[in-house]
């Protein structure tokens, strides 16, 4: 099993590679954010992906980082969209904000309803799918048809081909979606955002490797060919191993909590990054084409794990840690 080249970037001998951020909350947070994203930007990522808040709570901030990515480096930013408890026009007119900021790829997501939405309330959306469909279906309403003037009859042209968003991303679970009756079950939804037009998927977090493998290997089977990134996280402290245990919505190895739990802080900080890489590393051995990290917007411990699957990339980036 193996992915292939099938992710955009410039080849080096480094794993491939890209990251999440989510919108600073404060300015202080905000010039931190612009210094992380600096010294990530160094690592030569494939993209960066900013989260959004449910109902667009964080829309100002979330294009905020996307713009500051476009203009400040040569990262490609990668936008998040969620679509529950939104409506089409609602969705749609993001799709164009962004495209009209020069943002051209996308993450398509779900997303999770507000803590004080109804629980009766129908969604509009079906699903990622339908989102996927309506960020192609804006970019061509927003450009139906191009012109290009013929040489041998300069007063006539031809249409050429309608331009497309350049990625559109969507989620997958390898270890189960908790809305699902069963762990496999979301392979047939990732077909059908395939079919509705996704080119690239990126798990939520796991804890075995073979969760990832195994998730690959049913997918590829039931006819799904994009490329599937592997979502990771670095953890460097007992409690924030707790806090992507939650996120996950799956016990972590009771293994690494004890060790990382009796530990003190620098030496839960090596258990930590020596395990992410191990994870890291034996996912790209299986045929992962690339690794997604989900920073929290920290720069220090993913540079961290980057060095230990590949020592040419800076241990530290000069930042105080």
Not at 1 to 15: E, I, K, L, W, Y
């Given at each position: 099993?193996?992915?292939?080249?099938?992710?955009?970037?410039?080849?080096?001998?480094?794993?491939?590679?890209?990251?999440?951020?989510f919108p600073p909350r404060s300015d202080a947070a905000a010039l931190a954010l612009g210094r992380t994203i600096d010294r990530l930007a160094a690592?030569?990522?494939?993209?960066?992906?900013?989260?959004?808040?449910?109902?667009?709570?964080?829309?100002?901030?979330?294009?905020?980082?996307?713009?500051?990515?476009?203009?400040?480096?040569?990262?490609?930013?990668?936008?998040?969209?969620?679509?529950?408890?939104?409506?089409?026009?609602?969705?749609?007119?993001?799709?164009?904000?962004?495209?009209?900021?020069?943002?051209?790829?996308?993450?398509?997501?779900?997303?999770?309803?507000?803590?004080?939405?109804?629980?009766?309330?129908?969604?509009?959306?079906?699903?990622?799918?339908?989102?996927?469909?309506?960020?192609?279906?804006?970019?061509?309403?927003?450009?139906?048809?191009?012109?290009?003037?013929?040489?041998?009859?300069?007063?006539?042209?031809?249409?050429?081909?309608?331009?497309?968003?350049?990625?559109?991303?969507?989620?997958?679970?390898?270890?189960?979606?908790?809305?699902?009756?069963?762990?496999?079950?979301?392979?047939?939804?990732?077909?059908?955002?395939?079919?509705?037009?996704?080119?690239?998927?990126?798990?939520q977090l796991f804890w075995r490797a073979d969760d990832y493998l195994e998730y690959v290997d049913r997918a590829r089977a039931a006819g799904v060919?994009?490329?599937?990134?592997?979502?990771?996280?670095?953890?460097?402290?007992?409690?924030?191993?707790?806090?992507?245990?939650?996120?996950?919505?799956?016990?972590?190895?009771?293994?690494?909590?004890?060790?990382?739990?009796?530990?003190?802080?620098?030496?839960?900080?090596?258990?930590?990054?020596?395990?992410?890489?191990?994870?890291?590393?034996?996912?790209?051995?299986?045929?992962?084409?690339?690794?997604?990290?989900?920073?929290?917007?920290?720069?220090?411990?993913?540079?961290?794990?980057?060095?230990?699957?590949?020592?040419s990339t800076p241990a530290h980036t000069g930042a105080d840690r």
């Open positions: 099993m193996t992915d292939g080249d099938a992710v955009s970037g410039d080849a080096t001998s480094r794993p491939p590679h890209s990251f999440e951020l690592t030569d990522p494939d993209f960066f992906s900013v989260t959004f808040g449910a109902n667009g709570s964080t829309r100002e901030r979330s294009l905020t980082v996307l713009t500051y990515i476009l203009r400040n480096t040569a990262i490609r930013p990668m936008a998040h969209l969620t679509c529950v408890g939104s409506t089409h026009a609602d969705a749609a007119a993001l799709v164009r904000e962004f495209l009209d900021a020069g943002i051209h790829d996308f993450l398509a997501l779900r997303g999770d309803p507000p803590k004080d939405a109804d629980p009766d309330a129908p969604d509009v959306f079906g699903g990622a799918a339908e989102l996927v469909q309506l960020i192609y279906r804006v970019e061509q309403e927003r450009e139906p048809y191009t012109q290009q003037r013929l040489e041998w009859y300069p007063d006539a042209a031809r249409l050429t081909a309608r331009p497309r968003v350049a990625t559109v991303a969507v989620a997958a679970f390898p270890s189960g979606h908790p809305r699902q009756r069963s762990r496999w079950q979301d392979v047939d939804a990732l077909l059908a955002k395939q079919v509705a037009g996704a080119t690239l998927a990126i798990t060919t994009i490329p599937i990134l592997p979502g990771l996280a670095p953890i460097t402290r007992a409690a924030q191993l707790r806090r992507i245990a939650e996120l996950s919505g799956h016990e972590a190895p009771p293994s690494l909590v004890a060790a990382m739990a009796a530990a003190d802080d620098d030496e839960a900080a090596e258990i930590g990054i020596a395990h992410t890489a191990g994870l890291a590393s034996e996912v790209l051995a299986g045929g992962a084409p690339s690794t997604h990290w989900f920073t929290f917007n920290q720069h220090d411990a993913v540079v961290r794990v980057l060095h230990a699957l590949d020592p």
